[in-house]
């Protein structure tokens, strides 16, 4: 399969931990990339590789990854991460590019 | 500073073509593979498109091989998306974005820019 599945909606209480999800067969083969998308804007790359930041991003996001399932954990969550989280990944072919559907961060 | 600015979005009739542009600055352009992703009004991101770093090899997602074509000129540091038989589901803003390591990874994207197939 070349789908990644993710949890519609996840919600989290301001300062605590929250992970959202990512499962797909190509994630058994290649890491998956997590992106933050807030309305009207373009999406910004969290994290990539095995857990790995861009220069800017918060080290409250990690990713990590077993079996099929990646994972994005925000420790300490804070209301400026509510917004759309994406994971990412090549198809199993290795030669396309495959989104996961998005999952909604409320931040309570 | 990398900046990816997009254009060429517009409002087109079923069956009609667009041109999309990314002009890319604030880094060696010639050196990144680049994508192209799309996001219908209130959905999630779609992969479109991919083409390596000199233009010879590119991807295309099924929903649209065959009716676009993505394309580079490294001397003008620009990005293409040639856009034929458009249809009304080919709404959505399109972004350019660049790639780390020729991988999966989309670290730069432009502000992207609206495509609407209406008749």
């Known amino acids: 399969s070349s789908e990644l599945t993710q949890d519609p909606a996840v919600s989290v209480a301001l300062g605590q931990t929250v992970r959202i999800t990512c499962q797909g067969d190509?994630?058994?083969?290649?890491?998956a990339s997590w992106y933050q998308q807030k309305p009207g804007q373009a999406p910004v790359l969290v994290i990539y590789?095995?857990?790995n930041r861009p220069s800017g991003i918060a080290d409250r996001f990690s990713g990590s990854s077993s079996g099929n399932t990646a994972s994005l954990t925000i420790t300490g969550a804070q209301a400026e991460d509510e917004a759309d989280y994406y994971c990412?990944?090549?198809?199993?072919?290795?030669?396309?590019?495959?989104f996961g559907g998005g999952t909604k961060l409320t931040v309570l | 500073e990398v900046q990816l600015v997009e254009s060429g979005g517009d409002l087109v009739q079923p069956g009609g073509s667009l041109r999309l542009s990314c002009a890319a600055s604030?880094?060696?352009?010639?050196?990144?593979?680049m994508h192209w992703v799309r996001q219908a009004p209130g959905k999630g991101l779609v992969w479109v498109s991919r083409?390596?770093?000199?233009?010879?090899?590119?991807n295309y997602a099924d929903s649209v091989k065959g009716r676009f074509t993505i394309s580079r000129d490294n001397a003008k540091n620009t990005l293409y998306l040639q856009m034929n038989s458009l249809r009304a589901e080919d709404t959505a803003v399109y972004y350019c974005?660049?790639?780390?390591?020729?991988?999966?990874?989309?670290?730069?994207w432009g502000q992207g820019t609206l495509v609407t197939v209406s008749s």
């Open positions: 974005a660049r790639v780390v390591d020729s991988g999966s990874s989309l670290d730069y």
């Open positions: 604030g880094f060696t352009f010639s050196t990144y593979w």
């Open positions: 083409i390596n770093s000199d233009g010879s090899s590119t």
């Open positions: 190509s994630l058994r083969s290649y890491y």
């Open positions: 590789g095995k857990n």
């Open positions: 990412n990944s090549r198809d199993s072919s290795g030669n396309h590019l495959v």
